[in-house]
C-alpha cells in the first residue's frame, strides 16, 4: 500500500491569505422566507458564497433546514459573480484565510456565521449579512 503524498507547503500571502486557496465571492440577497429575517436591512437578508478554483464554480449556500452545495457545469470564464450582481444582488469579493492556529469564536449557526467560518473570518461582532457587507467593502482583510 502506498502512502499518500506529503502536504505541499502552504504559500501565505499578506494578511494570512493562502495563496493558493480559491477566490470567493459573498452574494447578499434580499428575499426573506422567514418571517423574522423581514426584520434585517432589505437587501441583506441572507449570504452565501461562490468559490472558484479556476476550473470550477461552487455555490455555497447555508440555509435555515440545509447547507446547499452545488459545483456548476459552467466554463470555467463564466463570471458568475457579474451574473448575480445583473439580477440586483450585491457581490463582494472576500479574501479566504487559511493556516489559523485557534479555534473561530462561538456564534450562532446563521448563514453569516457559515461564511465567517468558510473564509476564516474571526469577527465575533459581525452578526447580520449587512454587518459581514460592511466588513469586506469598508475594511482591509484582518483577523
Known sequence: ???PPSPQ?????PCGVEADAPRVWVVFRGEAELWWLRLLKPGFRHCFALLHDGRHWVIVDPLSPFTDVSVLDLPASFDLPGWYRGMG???TPAP???GLGRPAPWG????????KRLLGLHA???LTPWQLYRRLTTT???A
Not at 507547503?9 to 500571502?13: E, H, I, K, L, T
Not at 450562532?108 to 461564511?115: H, L, S
Open 108 to 115: 450562532p449557526f446563521t448563514c453569516v456565521e457559515a461564511v
Open 96 to 98: 479566504v484565510r487559511r
Open 124 to 126: 465575533p461582532g459581525i
Open 9 to 13: 507547503p502552504r504559500r501565505v500571502g
Open 140 to 142: 482591509a482583510p484582518t
Open 1 to 3: 500500500m502506498s502512502r
Open 89 to 91: 444582488m450585491a457581490v
